[in-house]
């Protein structure tokens, strides 16, 4: 019998409340593994008296479908109090190193929030750059409700990019795979070597160089 899927919980936040804090981000990040694109990061700060019957559905953003994705997306950005998007090139991944990249995309989704945190719960990482009190946790996008809307944030901005992006690199299915190792990335690689915006520092997409 298959495990029941996690559903994240306030347990974090309200930590936070308990100690006087309100205005709390979460924040994750969408495209670390991939090996085209950039690094999306996502910050979201949810009201501490929350009346959002959306709330319930709000899983990790890989859990969910693609238009249950797009749904919440628009619940967030309608009701939260404040969310922002941070991107990161493949051109800065490839010259610095995924974690950089990862934690800049972090930075500037939380500088594009209209409101100050002050506070951080983070998926995994922590923000030495940030002066705040901050929590990195493992897997906190499955256990914790404002880091999950973040990554449905990150995820849903780096989709509509990549979909985009296939436009304008054609033949990789970009808009498909949204540019994750599966067979047929790999197989449109060996074929037509890397694109322009493929991560050049990364395996396999560095064995395939020469066919450029």
Known sequence: MPGKMICPTF??????????????A???????????????????????????????????SKMLTAEAREELYRAITSEAVSFGAG???HIYIDENGIAPATKLAMKLAIE???????????DYLTLPSFNLPQKGITDGDALCVSI?????IAKVTRDRLMQRLD????????????GYCTPEHIQR??????????????????????LL
């Not at 347990?11 to 709390?24: H, S, V």
């Not at 520092?201 to 020469?210: A, I, L």
Request: overall charge positive; charged content about 25%.
């Open 87 to 89: 991107i990161v090139s």
């Open 26 to 60: 979460g924040v994750d990040e969408a495209g670390r593994g991939a090996l085209a694109g950039p690094v999306v990061a996502g910050a979201v700060i949810l009201a501490r008296r929350r009346r959002c019957g959306w709330l319930k559905d709000i899983r990790d």
């Open 112 to 122: 594009a929030m209209s409101s100050k945190p002050q506070a951080l719960l983070i």
């Open 167 to 178: 436009t304008e690199h054609c033949g990789y299915g970009l808009g498909q795979h949204k």
């Open 11 to 24: 347990r974090e936040e309200n930590a936070l409340y308990d100690r006087g804090l309100t205005l709390i």
């Open 148 to 152: 999950a809307c973040a990554s449905i």
């Open 189 to 210: 690689l060996n074929k037509l070597g890397p694109s322009p915006i493929h991560r050049y520092t990364f395996d396999p997409v560095n064995s395939f160089r020469s």
